[in-house]
């Protein structure tokens, strides 16, 4: 089974302008975090996988129609890519 990868720059524009927002108010800049997603054939683009890096850590996110972004925000709050 072939997956798709797509880079931060693929990903819907409401989700990278969430994803700035929540960066600016936990004091980061969207170049802190590697940003990847890949998503299998005949899923849905919502049903993506998100992968954010930084620093030695990373953690995936179901997509979930823009989902990922709040459960990257709750890493934040809880310090995980500190």
Same mark, same amino acid.
């Given at each position: 089974? $072939?997956?798709?990868? @797509?880079?931060? &720059?693929?990903?819907? &524009?409401? !989700?990278?302008?969430? @994803?700035e927002l #929540?960066?600016?108010?936990?004091? +980061?800049?969207p170049a802190? @975090?590697? &940003?990847?997603?890949?998503?299998?054939?005949?899923?849905?683009?919502?049903?993506r996988v #998100?992968?954010?890096?930084? #620093?030695?850590?990373?953690?995936?996110?179901? !997509?979930?129609?823009? $989902?990922?972004?709040?459960? @990257?925000?709750?890493?934040?709050?809880?310090? +995980? +890519?500190?």
């Amino acid at each position: 089974m $072939q997956t798709t990868l @797509f880079r931060y &720059i693929d990903l819907p &524009i409401g !989700d990278r302008a969430a @994803f700035e927002l #929540v960066c600016a108010r936990h004091g +980061f800049a969207p170049a802190h @975090f590697d &940003i990847s997603a890949r998503a299998a054939p005949g899923e849905p683009a919502h049903e993506r996988v #998100v992968t954010v890096r930084r #620093v030695g850590w990373s953690q995936s996110y179901r !997509d979930g129609h823009g $989902q990922w972004v709040r459960q @990257f925000e709750a890493d934040l709050t809880s310090r +995980f +890519f500190k």
